[in-house]
């Protein structure tokens, strides 16, 4: 390699120079640098017409032009095989590269080591219900949103939030108290509580005791379903929406949605996250963990009334939208979206 390489400015020189009819030992003198150096950079000049850096190759790859379109193809064609795979395979051929070797390759086409998304596994079914849902709510007004009322259910931990956070540590600190978060196992207790919301503002929050089952549901919305919808004022014909949780359609609870003269949202089934109410537990889990609450009876405490501080505009900005876009908020985000 070159250890001391003359500037753009003084190899145009030469050139100018040279054109206009100076030899090379007139060049090397005015210029003060060698003769060889002149005739390099004239003999550059005459071959490529610039005094530019070309790219220079290096050293020669190890592995042939056609293996590196193997391991291309392979990667693309098997996006989830590990650099061993590949490794072991260059290998019985006869080319052992190291494992970054093959990693550069795949980088330089585009491809790169990436954590692979979750999502729910729709068969076709499945997904024609979602295109049905999406197709039947195409000329839906914001008005229509609006007299929606959603509900779900969510798990909140006593220390469940998990969620990374940043810390300015010097090396060999990281284990340090004020540099750590603390954890306890099955996060130290939880309780799990229904709530309900519009764009009006959020309504009724409920903790349940026990496990959830058809019939404490059906109790929790005889109890709380009719006062948040008057409430919110949604009179009379409101929506209700809930998922497709195994006690929300047990026939039971069919039932009560009849004789209460309740129309009740059509969910398809094996759907996204798509919820606006999921933004709102994201949120309020977040509200919650900055309380630090002690114990049980004050996590029940804090999550209504960080509940009922959600503000009204909040809660009209997940509903008011004219193209019906929901998203999802979590570790895992999903999108939906009816275009008009």
């Given at each position: 390699m070159k250890n001391k390489e003359h500037t753009r400015q003084v190899r145009d020189t030469v050139v100018k120079k040279f054109k206009a009819?100076?030899?090379?030992?007139?060049?090397?003198?005015?210029l003060n640098i060698p003769r060889s150096t002149v005739q390099a950079i004239i003999l550059k000049w005459k071959e490529y017409q610039t005094t530019a850096n070309l790219p220079r190759p290096g050293s020669p790859s190890k592995l042939s032009a056609h293996t590196r379109?193997?391991?291309?193809?392979?990667?693309?064609?098997?996006?989830?095989?590990?650099?061993d795979e590949p490794q072991r395979s260059t290998a019985e051929v006869g080319d052992s590269v190291h494992r970054t070797t093959i990693s550069r390759i795949l980088h330089k086409s585009g491809l790169y080591g990436r954590v692979a998304r979750r999502k729910p596994?729709?068969?076709?079914?499945?997904?024609?219900?979602c295109l049905k849902f999406a197709t039947s709510h195409l000329g839906d007004t914001p008005n229509m949103w609006k007299k929606v009322?959603?509900?779900?259910?969510?798990?909140?931990?006593?220390?469940?939030?998990?969620?990374?956070?940043?810390?300015?540590?010097?090396?060999?600190?990281?284990?340090?108290?004020?540099?750590?978060?603390?954890?306890?196992?099955?996060?130290?207790?939880?309780?799990m509580v229904w709530a309900c919301f519009s764009s009006a503002r959020t309504g009724k929050m409920v903790k349940n005791d026990g496990k959830m089952d058809g019939a404490k549901y059906r109790t929790i919305l005889e109890e709380n379903l009719m006062e948040s919808a008057k409430d919110l004022r949604l009179g009379r014909r409101f929506v209700f929406q809930q998922d497709n949780d195994p006690k929300h359609k047990a026939k039971s609870t069919k039932e009560w949605f009849k004789n209460k003269h309740i129309q009740v949202l059509e969910w398809p089934s094996q759907s996204p996250d798509m919820i606006p109410i999921e933004n709102l537990w994201k949120e309020l889990k977040t509200a919650v963990h900055k309380c630090s609450p002690s114990n049980l009876a004050e996590l029940e405490l804090f999550c209504k009334e960080e509940w009922e501080k959600i503000s009204?505009?909040?809660?009209?900005?997940?509903?008011?939208?004219?193209?019906?876009?929901?998203?999802?908020?979590?570790?895992?985000?999903?999108?939906?979206?009816v275009l008009t």
């Open positions: 009819g100076f030899g090379y030992k007139k060049i090397s003198q005015a379109r193997r391991l291309i193809r392979d990667a693309a064609k098997r996006p989830m095989i590990t650099l596994f729709l068969k076709d079914i499945h997904k024609k219900c009322l959603w509900s779900d259910e969510t798990k909140m931990e006593l220390f469940g939030n998990n969620a990374k956070r940043y810390v300015w540590r010097k090396s060999n600190t990281a284990h340090h108290p004020e540099h750590t978060i603390p954890t306890v196992k099955h996060g130290g207790g939880s309780i009204i505009s909040r809660c009209a900005k997940l509903i008011d939208i004219p193209q019906a876009t929901y998203s999802c908020n979590r570790s895992k985000t999903w999108r939906y979206k």
